[in-house]
């Protein structure tokens, strides 16, 4: 699987960033997804994630309210939409097919560990107050 994340960068807090995920994976529309974020020293953690279909989407406290996941499956993309962002939610994000439960999940739980590996390099959001 090759995965490529983008949309990072420098953000004002309170301000808004549109994540792109693009994945070379047979059947992209078949597969749960999800967005993870990890912050120097600590562990990577689930931001977000969606069902094959888009008809449920999970999202951690830290984000509800403020941060939206999206699946266009006739661009095989996966976004996030970040909205009134904080100066906690800087990190480097990555995006992930959920592998673990193969087609048709639901992608929950959402963990690291539904990616099986599969991770590309990130894409970084800094906040600045």
């Known amino acids: 699987v090759y995965i490529e994340e983008s949309g990072g960068g420098s953000v004002t807090a309170g301000g808004s960033l549109t994540l792109s995920c693009r994945m070379s994976?047979?059947?992209?529309?078949?597969?749960?997804m999800g967005w993870f974020r990890q912050s120097p020293g600590k562990e990577r953690e689930a931001v977000s994630c969606?069902?094959?279909?888009?008809?449920?989407?999970f999202y951690t406290d830290a984000v509800k309210g403020r941060f939206t996941i999206s699946k266009d499956n006739a661009k095989e993309r996966l976004y996030l939409q970040m909205d009134d962002v904080e100066p906690e939610d800087a990190a480097t994000y990555y995006c992930?097919?959920?592998?673990?439960?193969?087609?048709?999940?639901?992608?929950?739980?959402?963990?690291?560990?539904?990616?099986?590996?599969?991770w590309g390099r990130g894409t970084q959001v800094t906040v600045s107050s």
């Open positions: 969606i069902s094959w279909n888009g008809a449920k989407k």
């Open positions: 992930a097919p959920d592998l673990r439960q193969g087609y048709y999940g639901d992608g929950i739980p959402c963990e690291p560990s539904n990616a099986q590996g599969a």
């Open positions: 994976i047979s059947n992209f529309e078949d597969y749960s």
